[in-house]
């Protein structure tokens, strides 16, 4: 047998955070080291971050990448490192990573495929790397070989798929396997999104039985640049099973997955395919560097970790945004989160999520090493709830249109997850701003003719407060708006959009509710249910800026919200004509009468035509799945149009035809 310990490592990068991300990368050797590691594949863009966007056309981001390479290489001595950084050949940036054994760079292979969907814009910032190219690429003095390659380094052979190589069909997988390599190293920096891990499991699995060789696939964690969370889910797969995986949404920064791969039996199963072998070294480059790997021992049987979120989207929504939450408040350098507390869902959500952010996180770090890395003074913190109240403020602030159920509401659920909670009264100043508006105007404003104008300033006027409480305290004021608020512009710029981060703002209303109802029962496993939110739950969503009399609703306002979000999707997400979506309503709500359904349809693109200047302006959100909203990562619509006037008229048409 040939034993070999092979490993790939999870890190929390940040972008352009030079001493941070070597300090990460040198802690992920030394575990390795630890562990008698011979080959260690860390994520793609390791070293600057992935999330640099347009500081990678900056030289100095290339110069500081390479410094920080050089300046690793003395500790790679007797081990094998895969290191991602970015550089430049002949006027075009290249996504790379650096193969270095034993103190040496033996090579660099670019990303062929680039990631240029949705959230990513690789294409952007460097070129795709031509097949089947190789060139011996001169820097500093010295010369490398960098292209289409296979490493073959104290007699194994390993080859590189960088992230978006391996969702592609013509991979290059397929020509690593004819050649025989040993190992298929994947260096990747692969988003969050619900379900997705499962995916890319299948991928990493199906690599390994069809190439019939081990693959190391590497990932980064935590919420690195803002609005992208990653899962970690670091995995090693050998002829067809998983012998490996590491933990997914973690807190802590460097996470190594290792495990034992005997090369001989894995080359001998090989060697049963019905690949036919390439017999010349000369069909792709074969780089040598002779270097002798630390042995291995077989390792007893282990179990593959018991995932709670494998298979469930609450659990997943709930430790996704926590800990992208944790990352955003310790990277921004703020001190503690402010939320105007209206009562309703959306606000109770947010409060909820800064709760289990807290309370996952001392989980698995602890209570004191929470405190440090979230920047709280020593000895202040000494449970979780305590931990809670230093860093969450929840602002309750009534008008005349406010009832004793929201405030009520909103004090429970402030007292249950263990936060601050304070009172402002904004009526005076609603009254004020009104008093003024109408001594210009000369008339008074009144609900029958100023409706949304006097439901506005009612939100608008509350901004302010919380914005100065936040500066006050060096905190960050969160948003409390959700997807399907975004969809139609059901939210007041300025007023309950204000803040600098949305973080609910990537989930849609029928899925938030139905998840606050599964809290109030259950909850995230290690954090439990939280029956106060009983008091949000049993309530109709609600605005409350009407006068009581109105008993206003959301759903009212606009349409139910599971017919809300279906339309979206059918309209948004697949890109269907308004006639289109209104036979797919049709289809799945025939309960519902074809005035009514042809109503709400004009209704959503009406309102999603005129509200894209809304999104433009949303705080930044979460990543949270493919179908995202987010102009800035997903999903790109013009500020002006044509409102679908021509399609709509159509849908009108087409109803009336059928009815006659």
Known sequence: MHLVRVAAAALNQTPLDWDGNQARILEAIRLARQQGVAVLVLPELCIPGYGCEDAFFGRGTILESWRVLQELLPETQGIVVALGLPIMHRAANYNAVCLVADGHIVGLVGKRFLAGDGIHYEPRWFKGWPAGKFVQWEHDGHSYPLGDQIFEVGGLRIGFEICEDAWVPNRPGVELASQGVDFICNPSASHFAFGKHEVRKQIVLNASRSFRATYVYSNFIGNESGRVIYDGECMIASIGHLIAEGPRLGYDDVYLTSAVVDVDLARMLHARTTYAPTVDDNVRRITRFDMKLPGADLPPHTVDPDDELRNDKREEFSRAVALGLFDYLRKSRSRGFVVSLSGGADSAAVAYLVHVMVMLAVQELGVEATCARLGLPEGVCTTPRAIVR???????????????????????????????????????????????????????????????????????????????????????????????????????????????????????????????????????????????????????????????????????????????????????????????????????????????????????????????????????????????????????????????????????????????
Not at 406 to 420: L, P, Q, Y
Not at 443 to 456: C, K, Y
Not at 538 to 566: C, F, K
């Open 390 to 660: 230093s860093l969450l403020t929840c602002v309750y602030q009534s008008t005349a249109n406010s009832s004793d159920t929201t405030r009520n509401a909103a004090a429970a659920v402030a007292e249950a997850v263990g936060a601050e909670f304070i009172e402002f009264d904004v009526d005076p100043l609603v009254r004020t701003y009104v008093s003024n508006v109408e001594a210009a105007i000369g008339r008074e404003l009144s609900w029958q003719r100023d409706d949304i104008a006097l439901q506005n300033i009612q939100a608008r006027a509350r901004a302010p407060g919380v914005w100065l409480l936040a500066n006050l305290r060096g905190a960050l004021l969160l948003a409390t708006s959700n997807r399907s608020e975004a969809a139609v512009g059901y939210a007041t710029m300025d007023g309950d959009t204000c803040g600098g981060l949305s973080p609910i703002a990537g989930i849609d209303k029928a899925f938030l509710r139905e998840w606050l109802r599964w809290v109030e029962a259950e909850g995230p496993a290690g954090v439990g249910p939280m029956p106060a939110l009983r008091a949000v739950n049993v309530q109709a969503p609600t605005a409350e800026l009407r006068p009581s009399g109105a008993h206003q609703t959301d759903e009212g306002d606009l349409m139910p919200y599971p017919i809300l979000d279906a339309i979206e999707r059918a309209a948004i997400r697949d890109k269907l004509a308004p006639k289109e979506v209104y036979r797919v309503l049709a289809s799945r709500f025939p309960q519902r009468s074809r005035d009514q359904l042809l109503l709400w349809v004009k209704r959503f693109f009406r309102l999603w035509s005129q509200n894209q200047w809304k999104r433009e302006r949303y705080a930044p959100s979460f990543h949270l799945d493919d179908e995202n909203l987010d102009p800035k990562t997903w999903c790109r619509f013009p500020i002006l149009s044509g409102g679908f006037a021509h399609e709509l008229a159509e849908l009108e048409a087409f109803v009336k035809h059928d009815d006659d």
